[in-house]
């Protein structure tokens, strides 16, 4: 059984890599087209790919279910506003930011979720977790160098994206379990399309040739497989095991930041990094290892 379970953890650790290395993909491909695509443009196109493959998906899987309860609804219309958020903000960042230094200011995600769980969930959280995500904070201001000769503006956009993201997330762990993560994905997806789409209405369109085809359909197709892996992991393995490998995110962008733009942060902001990746970790870990004296508790109970 021991054996089994290992087994189970390293395919979902395998798969989290995966998925880290579709999202990580999928922004290179985009970032790529800065200064040849406008950003609405670019969102739109890729959000028609996107969705077209979602919807596949969903119908192939039985999972397209739109008579939601009100509650849901109003939860999914949120998550979607703050998806839309999220996507300019972040993709704003990246058009104008190395995107080893944007991906280091998302790893503050499991930081925020769990102070935001705390205050508008009522979830507990104890001293420990409180000190290292404000440690967290300080090390995401490293990256950030406010004041600094490092600092830039778009990086108040980064950390826009990171408060949306986390609404986005508050309202995803508020759903029913019998709301299909496909159909809320779908419904962001053509939201994010449709509104990029308007949007772009504002811009000069660029020509697209061969190369920002490839590399539209490329975004498309790598978020997909972000998407499909992440998901997948959450029916292989144990959650606590398998969401420290979510910080393999960064080890992708610093890799493809250096290779494909000939980019590498500063010792301040690499430092940051750590702090903030080893803040997350002490989080996660901390979160576990509650998890199992609940659950201990509730047997001997």
């Not at 930011?97 to 507990?124: D, G, K, S, W, Y």
């Not at 420990?128 to 000769?149: C, E, H, K």
Request: with cysteine; aromatic share 12%.
């Amino acid at each position: 059984m021991s054996s089994d379970l290992s087994q189970s953890n390293m395919r979902a650790a395998a798969l989290m890599t995966a998925s880290m290395a579709g999202y990580t993909f999928n922004d290179t491909a985009i970032k790529l087209l800065a200064g040849d695509v406008p950003l609405f443009q670019a969102v739109f196109l890729r959000g028609v790919f996107a969705s077209i493959f979602i919807y596949l998906l969903a119908r192939h899987l039985g999972a397209l279910k739109f008579d939601l309860p009100r509650r849901d609804w109003g939860l999914v219309v949120l998550r979607t506003l703050a998806e839309l958020a999220a996507t300019y903000l972040f993709l704003t960042a990246l058009f104008n930011m190395p995107i080893a230094n944007v991906t280091a200011i998302l790893q503050a995600l499991p930081l925020t979720v769990a102070l935001a769980a705390a205050v508008f969930l009522q979830e507990p959280l104890g001293w420990r977790r409180l000190g290292a995500i404000l440690t967290g904070f300080a090390g995401v201001m490293l990256i950030v160098q406010p004041g600094g000769d490092g600092f830039s503006v778009w990086s108040l956009y980064a950390l826009g994206a990171v408060g949306c993201i986390t609404l986005r997330d508050l309202a995803a762990r508020s759903l029913s379990r019998s709301t299909p993560t496909l159909t809320v994905s779908l419904v962001a997806s053509v939201a994010i399309c449709l509104g990029a789409g308007a949007a772009s209405i504002t811009e000069t369109w660029a020509p697209i040739g061969f190369r920002e085809f490839f590399l539209l359909f490329l975004a498309a197709c790598f978020i997909l497989m972000g998407y499909l892996a992440s998901v997948a992991v959450m029916r292989v393995g144990e959650i606590g095991f398998v969401a420290p490998f979510r910080y393999t995110g960064l080890l992708w962008a610093l890799i493809l930041g250096w290779l494909v733009f000939g980019d590498w942060p500063d010792a301040l902001t690499l430092t940051g990094a750590g702090i903030v990746v080893a803040m997350g970790l002490f989080t996660l870990f901390r979160e576990r290892q509650l998890a199992q004296r609940r659950r201990k508790a509730k047997r001997t109970a």
